[in-house]
Structure formats: structure tokens, C-alpha cells
């Protein structure tokens, strides 16, 4: 009924199909009517409408109308669109191989990279679409392009939503999450209210570098977690099995030392929990320590980003929150005057969007083939 449903609502908005020649009959495309809403929130108001990154396809336009219009209708049509642009992807793929050796072989090979490009704008649309969705299920708008949030070169996010970000983690890891919280801000888990809205000063870039790692914390804390579940559930059926490596690589060990160093600070909260554990039948009793312990190879599969739309849309989302340019890394130095609460709101939402991706990155993989990164 729900698909039927959507059948219809897709002739009701879209125009006729663009007329093809029997060359181009396996991989029809329609052509969509751009559905877009005025948005009539102030720069810095939270709302469904405004989000620091726009659609760039035409498959992601669309879906943003379905999403603000038709909401109950939005996982079907996400499913629908991914499948037409699987088989659009295949079909140029397939006459590429198909006319390897004729004459038109170069141009059939530039015809699949350009669909290839086309798809994977299209993908990342989606995927930000999916974790934008996410978002609104737990009544957490994104927050807007910073620059409309500041007055007199002071940022104040509001409202906070801290227990609604957190309330999608488990009990271990939202620990971790505080923990990451105190590292990358100097706000205690247990702060006062005062200490929560005393002021401090940052600079622009760092902020948008904390925002970037704490995303790809809550990504790595997602996969991670899944992973420690299910060993842990293979050794409660095995006793034999043991969980977990010894060779001891905390998390911020994954980056460069230079990025490290400005991003984290004096991390040590992480490295501390493994001090101590060197015996190899010891079993683990928490996520902390089985993080702690992770062979170096096993922990840089759990925190690498599968796919290179995940990337992309990283660097996309993190240069429209961070920046008026469509394009660049955020390169001010600017010094902003914020709150420690306000500090504690981003990267609250940046470790819960890490987290959003990796579920969305599994989600569009069972029907649309993702580029390994």
C-alpha cells in the first residue's frame, strides 16, 4: 500500500518522462520538478529548513521535498531512488565493457565516469538526507551556518539539547563520550550551570577541526561498540574465546601528530584506562578496556571511514557549517568568544552525526554499492 502510495505521489509531482531513443530505453531517468519551501526562521533560529548544507542533485531536491512535505513517505522514496540510481550506475558501467573495442569505446568510458560522478552527489544528498532524518527523530534541528550565529564575535548555540543528543548512546559509551567532551572542551562531566555558561575564547579553525574529529570519534565509537557486542556475545556462547587484542593503541593514536596535538590536547584519559592490563587471558569487563586493547590494525578498520561518499560529505557538511564558501577548508583565524555549553552542544551533535553516518553508510550499501574509500 505504502509503495503504491508513493507511486502516486511521484506522477502527482514530477513532469513526463523525457522522450528516449531505443539506445537509451534500459536506463530511463524522470525528470523532477524541484520541490523547494521558503524558509521563514531567523539566520540563527533552529529549523527543519534551516540546514548548513543544501542538495546539489536533482535526486536530492527532490527528496528534500518529500522529507518536509510527505514525511511518512521518505524511506520509500530513499529506497526507490537508490535503486534507479544503482541501475542507472550499472547500465553505464555495462555498455562501457560492452563497447570496450568498438570505435565509441572512449566516449562510452566518459559516459560512465560522468554517471558515476552524477551518482555519487546524488548518494551523498541522500546520505545527509538519512542523517538529517535522524536528527529530526529526536527533535534535534542542526545547527545553522555558524556566521548567522554570531553577534558581536560571540557564538551562543540555544537550546542546548544535551540529554536528547545523548539519549541515543548506550550508558558505556556516552562515558566515553564525556570523557571525549572534557579532552577536546576542559568541561568536567558534572559541571555547575555557572561553569557551563562561563565564556571562553577559540579560534575559528580549531573549532571546526574539534567539530570534524568529534565526528569521526562518534563514528569509530558506533562500529566499534557493534563490534565489541557481538565478540562479547560469541564469548558468552564460547568461553574459549577471549575478546580483543593486547597490543594497546588508544584512539588518538590514529592521527598525525600534529592534528593530535591540537585537537586533543592531553588525551590521556583514554591511554590511562589501559595502563595495567598485559595479561593476555585477562578477560575484558568494559568497552573502555576492550577499545584499549585493540590491535592496531583491527582499531584502524573500526575507525577509517568505509566509503569515499562518507568522506566527501564530511568535508562538504563541515565547510557549510564552518564557512560562507561553498569550497576550501576553514583557514580563519578568528577568535571566537562562546560558552563551554555552547562548545559541549557541537561537538554533542558532531559525535552523534559520526554516529547517524556509519548507520546510514550500512543502510545505502544494502541496495547501493558505495565507493571504498
Not at 57 to 84: D, I, M, P, Y
Not at 257 to 272: A, E, M, R, Y
Request: charged share 25%.
Amino acid at each position: 500500500m505504502e509503495n503504491c502510495v508513493y507511486n502516486h505521489l511521484h506522477r502527482t509531482i514530477l513532469t513526463l518522462p523525457t522522450p528516449l531513443s531505443s539506445s537509451s530505453s534500459s536506463s530511463l531517468r524522470r525528470r523532477r520538478l524541484v520541490v523547494k519551501a521558503s524558509a521563514g526562521a531567523t539566520p540563527c533560529e533552529f529549523s527543519s529548513l534551516n540546514s548548513p548544507l543544501e542538495p546539489r542533485s536533482t535526486v536530492g531536491k527532490f527528496l528534500s521535498g518529500v522529507l518536509q512535505n510527505h514525511r511518512q513517505l521518505f524511506h520509500v522514496a530513499v529506497g526507490e531512488e537508490l535503486k534507479l540510481l544503482a541501475d542507472d550506475r550499472d547500465a553505464a558501467l555495462a555498455r562501457m565493457v560492452i563497447g570496450s573495442g568498438s570505435d565509441e569505446a572512449l566516449l562510452h568510458r566518459r559516459i560512465a565516469q560522468l554517471k558515476e560522478n552524477q551518482c555519487e552527489i546524488a548518494v551523498e544528498d541522500i546520505m545527509y538526507l538519512l542523517i538529517f532524518y535522524k536528527f529530526s527523530e529526536i527533535r534535534v534541528p542542526l545547527v545553522p551556518k555558524l556566521s548567522s550565529c554570531l553577534y558581536n564575535g560571540r557564538l551562543e548555540i540555544l537550546p542546548s539539547k544535551d540529554w536528547e543528543l545523548e539519549s541515543i548512546h548506550s550508558l558505556e559509551v556516552l562515558d566515553m563520550i564525556k570523557e571525549h567532551i572534557t579532552s577536546v572542551t576542559g568541561l568536567r562531566a558534572n559541571s555547575s550551570v555557572t561553569e557551563c555558561w562561563a565564556t571562553t575564547k577559540v579560534r575559528k579553525f580549531l573549532l571546526a577541526r574539534v567539530y570534524v574529529a568529534s565526528i569521526l570519534y562518534g563514528y569509530f565509537l558506533k562500529s566499534v561498540s557493534l563490534r565489541y557486542h557481538l565478540e562479547r556475545n560469541l564469548s558468552l556462547a564460547n568461553p574459549d574465546l577471549h575478546l580483543g587484542l593486547r597490543n594497546t593503541l588508544p584512539f588518538i593514536d590514529m592521527f598525525p601528530s600534529g592534528f593530535k596535538d591540537t585537537i586533543f590536547g592531553s588525551l590521556s584519559s583514554l591511554q590511562s584506562i589501559g595502563q595495567g592490563i598485559t595479561k593476555e587471558e585477562e578477560d575484558i569487563e568494559d568497552l573502555k578496556c576492550y577499545v584499549t586493547g585493540f590491535h592496531p590494525g583491527s582499531l584502524q578498520r573500526c575507525a577509517k571511514l568505509r566509503s569515499k561518499e562518507a568522506v566527501n560529505l564530511i568535508g562538504s557538511y563541515s565547510c557549510a557549517l564552518f564557512n560562507n564558501e561553498e569550497s576550501g577548508l576553514v583557514e580563519s583565524d578568528d577568535v571566537i568568544l562562546t560558552s563551554f555549553s555552547s562548545l559541549k552542544r557541537l561537538v554533542l551533535e558532531a559525535v552523534a552525526f559520526g554516529s547517524f553516518l556509519w548507520e546510514t553508510e550500512d543502510y545505502i550499501d544494502n541496495v547501493y554499492k558505495l565507493m571504498d574509500d
